[in-house]
């Protein structure tokens, strides 16, 4: 009996790989941001630097992208993710070495951060872009589902895992780990490129397409418009999570193993939004349910900095991210789909911009919570989330009736 689980019939050689590969390299990206926020708030007790330290390569992430996007439909994708994770990997090892040397670490994090921004900005699209090569653009929610799904699933395992090695080794000993996984992912890549073929990945014809006119393209699409007016949500997550740290320490009372645990509840939350989407494909993914799941998203967020129990946070974090999850994997499915082919390495890039600003708002979030406090600032970022989505709602007809 056929089933919508018939998705892992696409689990090829190349796509197991990729699969793998991708997961290691997501999980050290937020892994990052973890273990730096804790860090910096240990060494510093700053929101504000928490913010800005954590979210550099966030902020740093749109000037990779802009060319990122280009290359994405002009040269090899295969080659230019295996050697944005090669520098990453490399830059990963270099923030390892200069905080376990204490040679100026809250300066080498920042400035080494900044590399690895633009490095993992330029991969990124053709990161994401690679799924088309290997599936087929009729096969992009399918592949995004389960790309999303093996990444949280890393996502999930790891900190608990970094958590138990908190009873073994420092957390500036603990560093040492993020490069070893990313080493081990860009062997994955480097082992794909041989598969690949390169039919699929050279188009000429874009060459001369900028970014700005794929954005003005984008504006006038009647699908587009709205898939990114909605989009502008990324940013203002990004002002809520400098203050998940700071909550966990000084509201629910949790030292450094008990706060990665609870962020643990995000890829949990993940992984469980992830099968959902598995479960049912395209019949979730419309303009009403996209923004129904921002929406939950933003409720679960206020009940997470609205308890004081750190059992109820764990498991409001977990349901938001679960809709979190389902969102933004329905939302760059939407792009891709709904981008003409000369343009979608482009257009993922537009929103991978989007992602980029979200890290000013990581910094502003934290300045925010230093000034006016953790509350005020969460229910600016919820308040924000409902309103855009509901009025794109009210008055985008288009978008409500989008369909996959």
């Not at 040397?101 to 872009?129: D, K, Q, T, V």
């Not at 188009?203 to 900028?210: A, C, G, L, P, V």
Request: proline share 3%; net charge positive.
């Amino acid at each position: 009996m056929e089933t919508n689980f018939i998705y892992f019939k696409f689990m090829n050689k190349p796509f197991g790989i990729f699969l793998f590969a991708h997961a290691l390299g997501y999980s050290c990206f937020f892994l990052r941001i973890i273990f730096v926020g804790w860090y910096v708030l240990e060494k510093t007790d700053s929101l504000f630097l928490v913010g800005l330290l954590s979210s550099i390569p966030v902020i740093i992430f749109p000037l990779g992208s802009i060319y990122g996007g280009k290359f994405a439909d002009t040269i090899s994708r295969k080659l230019v993710v295996v050697i944005a994770r090669t520098s990453e990997a490399i830059l990963l090892f270099l923030t390892a070495l200069f905080i376990n040397l204490e040679i100026y670490p809250l300066a080498s994090i920042g400035i080494i951060s900044i590399f690895y921004g633009i490095s993992n900005g330029i991969g990124a699209p053709s990161r994401i872009n690679m799924i088309i090569d290997i599936l087929g653009k009729e096969n992009v929610p399918k592949g995004n589902s389960l790309s999303e799904l093996v990444a949280s699933i890393a996502s999930a395992i790891i900190p608990a895992i970094a958590s138990l090695l908190l009873n073994i080794f420092t957390l500036e000993e603990i560093f040492w780990i993020l490069p070893l996984i990313t080493f081990t992912g860009a062997i994955g890549m480097y082992i794909l490129y041989f598969l690949l073929p390169n039919q699929t990945i050279i188009k000429k014809e874009s060459d001369n397409i900028s970014l700005t006119k794929s954005f003005i393209f984008a504006l006038k699409d009647k699908y587009l418009a709205p898939i990114f007016a909605i989009g502008v949500c990324v940013i203002i997550w990004g002002l809520v999570q400098p203050l998940i740290p700071a909550y966990s320490r000084d509201i629910l009372n949790l030292d450094g193993r008990g706060y990665t645990l609870i962020q643990s509840a995000n890829y949990v939350g993940a992984i469980i939004g992830c099968i959902i989407l598995l479960k049912f494909g395209n019949k979730i993914i419309t303009g009403k349910l996209i923004s129904s799941w921002m929406i939950f998203f933003a409720i679960f967020l206020f009940i997470f900095f609205t308890t004081n129990n750190p059992y109820i946070a764990g498991i409001a974090l977990l349901i938001a991210n679960l809709n979190y999850a389902i969102w933004i994997t329905s939302l760059i499915s939407s792009i891709q789909i709904f981008s003409d082919e000369k343009f979608v390495g482009r257009n993922v890039s537009i929103f991978a911009i989007m992602f980029g600003i979200g890290g000013f708002a990581y910094m502003i979030g934290g300045f925010l919570g230093d000034l006016i406090g953790i509350y005020p600032t969460m229910l600016i970022a919820c308040l924000l989330i409902m309103t855009i989505n509901l009025v794109v709602l009210s008055y985008s007809e288009n978008y409500r009736k989008l369909k996959i």
